[in-house]
């Protein structure tokens, strides 16, 4: 069995020129911003502040990521289509990125033009 060397290299992903490291596992928040997620304790669809103070507790209890869904996969949902998916979605990215500009930022969506 070879040890060490397959180990010992760095593991990052470039994320829009910004690298994460992933030696490591690490942690991703999850914020819906649909009022029919899974998870109520996740759900904070209601105002962008709600979710702006969800993710300044993720970052500060240590998640890397922080991901933004804005459309419910939960079975028997209704799926969105793409205009109201951005509607939920922009206002809670831009203002979790404006406060936190350092954070890395995943969004769970269907629609490519909204996963830029």
């Known amino acids: 069995m070879t040890t060490g060397h397959f180990f010992s290299k760095r593991r990052t992903l470039n994320c829009n ?20 997620s899974f998870f109520e304790g996740s759900r904070h669809y209601r105002n962008v502040l709600g979710a702006i103070e969800k993710a300044e507790e993720m970052l500060s209890q240590g998640a890397a990521i922080i991901d933004l869904g804005a459309s419910s996969s939960r079975p028997g949902s209704a799926q969105l289509d793409q205009e109201q998916e951005r509607e939920r979605l922009m206002p809670a990215l831009k203002a979790i990125r404006k406060q936190f500009p350092q954070a890395f930022i995943s969004v769970d969506t269907y629609w490519g033009s909204l996963a830029w």
């Open 17 to 36: 020129g910004r690298l994460l490291n992933i030696d490591k596992p690490i942690v991703m928040g999850i914020i819906n911003l649909t009022p029919d």
